[in-house]
């Protein structure tokens, strides 16, 4: 079998971070399965887990205008194709959909990999008409559903909050082609052992990119909060901070947090980032599935988390963690001392954690996406 895994880039991410770790486990554990990665854009933030495999970059591109000149040029992408013959394109990103869907080859399988709810997708409502940019995206929505229909796409949820949305976004036709998937991590990798020491700082911990959306200026008003009733909290933002870093300083800043507020950027090695904090929080909003809350549980941390929707299928209530339903500061900040001050508690939340998450690893995801592969020829 011949794959052709299509993505924007590899800049951070956990699209691009699955696309690695998908291609590492196939050269590891399925050496009989040939593996090429195409990057549309020249960017590897992942050079280590890059190691030996095959990656090409090319320069194609759609940007599609509905009212102007569409700006379609996709040659590069195709050459590259027709040289390597895959029997599966499988694309991750939208960008990699409008461009690996623009020219359909015959004896191909497609399989899209909806890693979040996807606002290209959403259905048209009333001021969809009345908005030019979302006007746009539908148009194009509708252009490449034309094109799922002709190649029988397939569609890979990462969780049920994705595979209910895509449900709902998609024509009957092609809600049957809608495969449940959660996203994997190479288990081993983080895995450490572990056992409370309460004699330290209480060390918290988020890894993402900072924006909005994964809000982590409310983490600052949890910690705050925790410092305020006499605990030694330290929080570690790990991440690309460039979009939203400053202004989290500057609330930190006006707290008197920032001594205790640690935001090393973007790491290599987020698994020793993991096994040297206590307890692992998650502030996002909406949340497709939450690679890295996976990641910290297999490293043994409990997690508190807010209900970003698709983490809801990783969160046991009071087993591996707890999630906490509304933005509140204090609410969030009981349930990490409901954690941190039992120590029994901590340590049965940690197994759990750790035992919850090895059912993710790498190793049956790859088996279970070659079946999907080999079983989607109609």
Not at 24 to 33: G, I, M, S, T, W
Not at 40 to 60: H, T
Not at 98 to 120: D, G, I, K, Q, W
Not at 277 to 304: F, K, Q
């Amino acid at each position: 079998m011949k794959i052709l895994q299509v993505v924007q880039s590899l800049g951070k991410g956990g699209a691009e971070r699955l696309v690695l770790e998908i291609s590492q486990a196939l050269r590891k554990y399925h050496p009989e399965v040939q593996n090429k990665i195409v990057a549309l854009e020249r960017k590897n933030e992942y050079v280590e887990l890059s190691q030996g495999l095959d990656i090409v970059y090319c320069n194609s591109k759609v940007n599609l205008s509905i009212f102007g000149h569409s700006n379609i040029d996709v040659a590069e992408f195709d050459n590259i194709v027709k040289e390597y013959c895959p029997d599966v394109i499988h694309s991750h990103t939208y960008k990699s959909e409008l461009v690996s869907r623009e020219h359909l080859f015959p004896n191909v399988r497609y399989f899209t990999h909806a890693h979040n709810n996807m606002p290209e997708f959403r259905n048209f409502t009333v001021g969809t008409f009345f908005n030019k940019a979302k006007l746009t995206k539908f148009w194009e929505k509708c252009r490449i559903v034309a094109k799922y229909k002709r190649c029988n796409n397939k569609f890979i949820a990462i969780s049920g909050d994705t595979e209910r949305f895509y449900k709902r976004a998609l024509p009957k036709t092609l809600v049957k082609n809608i495969y449940t998937l959660p996203n994997a991590i190479d288990y081993h990798k983080f895995y450490c052992e572990r056992n409370l020491d309460c004699s330290g700082p209480l060390n918290l911990i988020m890894v993402a990119h900072m924006s909005d959306n994964k809000n982590q200026i409310f983490l600052i008003d949890v910690l705050k909060n925790l410092r305020s009733r006499g605990n030694d909290a330290i929080l570690t933002l790990v991440g690309d901070w460039r979009n939203n870093g400053n202004k989290i300083m500057s609330v930190a800043e006006r707290y008197g947090l920032l001594p205790y507020l640690k935001m090393p950027g973007l790491v290599e090695d987020v698994e020793r980032m993991y096994s040297i904090n206590n307890i692992y929080v998650h502030s996002s909003l909406s949340e497709a599935l939450g690679l890295t809350i996976i990641e910290a549980m297999a490293s043994g941390l409990p997690v508190v988390t807010l209900d970003g929707r698709g983490n809801r299928d990783l969160i046991v209530q009071g087993k591996n963690g707890y999630m906490v339903y509304e933005q509140d500061a204090e609410q969030f900040a009981d349930r990490i001392l409901e954690i941190w001050n039992d120590k029994q508690k901590y340590n049965q939340m940690s197994a759990f954690a750790q035992e919850f998450a090895r059912q993710f690893d790498i190793k049956p995801y790859v088996d279970s996406l070659l079946d999907f592969y080999q079983g989607s020829n109609s």
